[in-house]
Nanobody
């Protein structure tokens, strides 16, 4: 059982920046990967950024060059630095952390979501 707490969302003007944080706690046996997803009004949830256990990262084309995902192992925290924000980045952002238990099973853990609104 892993609990994720997200923070850092808010209202920002186009061109501004925000940093989202996702703090994990609980029974983390081994880390597999983490990602940030988002769901905008009237759209399906999409993968924004992903980081694996050796810190290889992947990004959606729409955010590549503007967003950076990172992980602090000592704090069990995943971050999403968002720069040059655009109105189309407006969405609820969700943190996902995938771990394995002692039986080798996948544990798929989700945060509660944090609202990011980009508007002038």
């Amino acid at each position: 059982q892993v609990q994720l707490v997200e923070s850092g969302g808010g209202l920002v003007q186009p061109g501004g920046s925000l940093r989202l944080s996702c703090a994990a706690s609980g029974a983390i046996f081994s880390f597999v990967a983490a990602g940030w997803y988002r769901r905008a009004p009237g759209t399906q949830r999409e993968l924004v950024a992903r980081i694996d256990r050796v810190e290889i990262t992947n990004y959606a084309d729409s955010v590549k060059g503007r967003f950076t995902i990172s992980r602090d192992n000592t704090k069990n925290t995943v971050y999403l630095q968002m720069n040059s924000l655009k109105p189309e980045d407006t969405a609820v952002y969700y943190c996902n952390v995938v771990t394995r238990n002692d039986l080798g099973g996948i544990m798929d853990n989700w945060g509660q979501g944090t609202q990011v609104t980009v508007s002038s």
